[in-house]
C-alpha cells in the first residue's frame, strides 16, 4: 500500500516537459520542511499498486510524474516496473535526499540548500530560486538547469540571475500562470 494525496491529469507547468500531457501521481509525506513548499502534500489515502495502475491507466498520456511531497519514501523498482507494463514512461520529481529506484526514465532533481544528496543521476536539476549562490549545484551530474521563481514572486531577480549564468534556464510555473492544477 502507498499513501496517495491525489491523482490527477495535467500539463507539466515546470522544468524541461513543460507543456507535455501528463499523469500526476503526487505521494504523502515529505521528509524536509522547506519554508517556500506550494503542496498541501500531507493527506492522502491508502491505495493499492493495483488501484494506482488503474487510476493513471484511466488517462490518454503516457507519461506519468511521481511527485509530491517526496515520492521516494514511497517508491521502488517493482512500482516503477508496473508502470512501464501499462506503457508509461516514468518521471520523477525529487529532492534527492533519498536513495532512487534505478528504472526511472526521467529524474528531476530539486535540490534544497544544506541537504545532502543520495542520488547520483539526475536528468534535470530545478532550484526554486531564493538568492543563493549557484555554483553548488552547477557540477551536479545533469543535462538540464533550471531557475525558477519561488512561487513566482521574485521573477525579475530570477530572470537576473539566468542572464548573468548562462548555463541555467528559467522555469515559469506556468500551470500557476495559466490557472490549470
Known amino acids: 500500500m502507498r499513501k496517495i494525496n491525489e491523482i490527477f491529469y495535467s500539463l507539466q507547468g515546470e522544468g524541461y516537459h513543460t507543456g507535455t500531457p501528463a499523469v500526476f501521481v503526487r505521494f504523502s509525506g515529505c521528509?524536509?520542511?522547506?519554508?517556500?513548499?506550494?503542496?498541501?502534500?500531507?493527506?492522502?489515502?491508502?491505495?493499492s499498486d493495483d488501484e494506482i495502475i488503474e487510476e493513471v491507466k484511466k488517462y490518454l498520456a503516457a507519461t506519468v510524474i511521481l511527485?509530491?511531497?517526496?515520492?521516494?519514501?514511497?517508491?521502488?523498482?517493482a512500482f516503477v516496473?508496473?508502470?512501464?507494463?501499462?506503457?508509461?514512461?516514468?518521471?520523477?520529481?525529487?529532492n534527492?535526499?533519498?536513495p532512487l529506484p534505478?528504472?526511472?526514465?526521467?529524474?528531476?532533481?530539486?535540490?534544497?540548500?544544506?541537504?545532502?544528496?543520495?542520488?547520483?543521476?539526475?536528468?534535470?536539476?530545478?532550484v526554486v530560486y531564493?538568492?543563493?549562490e549557484l555554483a553548488v549545484y552547477e557540477s551536479l551530474p545533469a543535462k538540464c538547469f533550471f531557475l525558477q521563481p519561488?512561487?513566482?514572486?521574485?521573477?525579475?531577480?530570477?530572470?537576473?540571475?539566468?542572464?548573468?549564468?548562462p548555463k541555467w534556464?528559467?522555469?515559469?510555473?506556468?500551470?500557476?500562470?495559466?490557472?490549470?492544477q
Not at 511527485?67 to 523498482?77: F, N
Not at 516496473?81 to 525529487?94: M, P, R
Open 31 to 47: 521528509n524536509l520542511k522547506c519554508s517556500f513548499c506550494d503542496t498541501q502534500h500531507e493527506e492522502g489515502h491508502w491505495m
Open 67 to 77: 511527485t509530491g511531497g517526496e515520492p521516494s519514501l514511497w517508491i521502488d523498482r
Open 81 to 94: 516496473d508496473l508502470l512501464h507494463q501499462a506503457g508509461k514512461y516514468v518521471c520523477i520529481e525529487t
Open 96 to 98: 534527492g535526499t533519498r
Open 102 to 126: 534505478d528504472n526511472i526514465d526521467w529524474v528531476t532533481c530539486s535540490p534544497k540548500q544544506g541537504t545532502k544528496l543520495k542520488i547520483t543521476r539526475m536528468d534535470e536539476v530545478k
Open 130 to 132: 531564493e538568492e543563493q
Open 150 to 165: 519561488c512561487s513566482c514572486t521574485n521573477v525579475e531577480k530570477t530572470v537576473d540571475c539566468v542572464m548573468r549564468h
Open 169 to 180: 534556464r528559467l522555469s515559469l510555473q506556468t500551470h500557476k500562470l495559466i490557472d490549470i
